[in-house]
């Protein structure tokens, strides 16, 4: 086979192999009203926000991670005969196909612990998710001393999926 035959066959594979071994495409997952509460550097703080899976597959959020804290946990909280209680989510959470999981006081929340700086009202926080498969989203929690009115379509703290 001639050098230009040769070429000839390898372009002609690698246009065909794609079709084949094109690595599925993660999830549209999108965070919406994200936010955290002013905290002192030591201390420890906590995020919220509201995960949307606009995707055709569950999506599992396994992790997080931030600069500005030694570690970040998902935790659970609940209320059982009168006693709050609160546990880490070691097997992560998931986020069905279509679906909306709230990150809310009392609930589902992202535990910032071991602050390195003190988060501050007006400040922005950037913090990591971790899916399965690997996939990330970087989302900015704002510091509010209150809840943010949660509307439709919000913007405040809004990420897409990288």
Not at 5 to 28: D, E, T
């Amino acid at each position: 086979m001639s050098a230009k035959g040769l070429l000839a066959a390898v372009a002609l594979a690698a246009l065909s192999v794609p079709a084949l071994a094109a690595p599925a495409r993660a999830p549209a997952v999108s965070a919406e009203a994200a936010w955290t509460r002013p905290a002192q550097t030591g201390m420890n703080g906590v995020g919220f926000m509201t995960l949307v899976n606009t995707g055709s597959r569950p999506v599992t959020l396994v992790s997080a991670r931030t600069e500005v804290a030694r570690t970040v946990e998902i935790h659970r909280s609940t209320m059982t005969d009168g006693v709050m209680s609160m546990r880490r989510q070691d097997a992560g959470v998931e986020i069905p196909a279509g679906a909306r999981v709230d990150f809310a006081p009392g609930g589902l929340h992202f535990m910032l612990l071991g602050l390195k700086q003190p988060l501050a009202a007006g400040q922005k926080i950037p913090v990591t998710l971790v899916f399965d498969q690997g996939r990330q989203l970087t989302v900015q929690l704002a510091v509010r001393t209150t809840a943010p009115q949660a509307a439709q379509g919000a913007t405040d703290g809004h990420a897409h999926h990288e």
